[in-house]
């Protein structure tokens, strides 16, 4: 069993940075972010191989967000630059025991995290 617990959400003008957190209790391979704004079906944002560092991108944060991972201490990171309105959501943390999965299929990660706001204000 992994649990996923998120900080570091908040408000900020466009073109602001904001920086989150997602530490797991238990192993993974894999540990992404996913957001969901209202009225729209959840996002795969970005992902990471907890093992060799690979990540993944969505199209829309490409250049802007940066994922990374601090091993010892069993944490990833969502670093966001250039922010803008529709970056507005609820950031989810995920994670997967044994492979990653298509950041277009969230259903298939396991483990979530309780989700932390992020608003972005132009």
């Known amino acids: 069993q992994v649990e996923l617990k998120e900080s570091g959400g908040g408000s900020v003008q466009a073109g602001g940075s904001l920086r989150l957190s997602c530490a797991a209790s238990?192993?993974?391979?894999?540990m992404g972010w996913f957001r969901q704004a209202p009225g729209k079906e959840r996002e795969g944002v970005a992902r990471?191989?907890?093992?060799?560092?690979?990540?993944r991108y969505a199209d829309s944060v490409k250049g802007r967000f940066t994922i990374s991972q601090d091993n010892a201490k069993n944490t990833v990171y969502l670093q966001m630059n250039s922010l803008k309105p529709e970056d507005t959501a609820m950031y989810y943390c995920?994670?997967?025991?044994?492979?990653?999965?298509?950041?277009?299929?969230?259903?298939?990660?396991?483990?979530w995290g309780q989700g932390t706001q992020v608003t972005v204000s132009s």
């Open positions: 995920a994670a997967e025991s044994y492979t990653c999965y298509d950041l277009r299929t969230p259903e298939k990660y396991p483990y």
């Open positions: 238990g192993y993974t391979n894999c």
């Open positions: 990471i191989y907890t093992v060799g560092g690979s990540t």
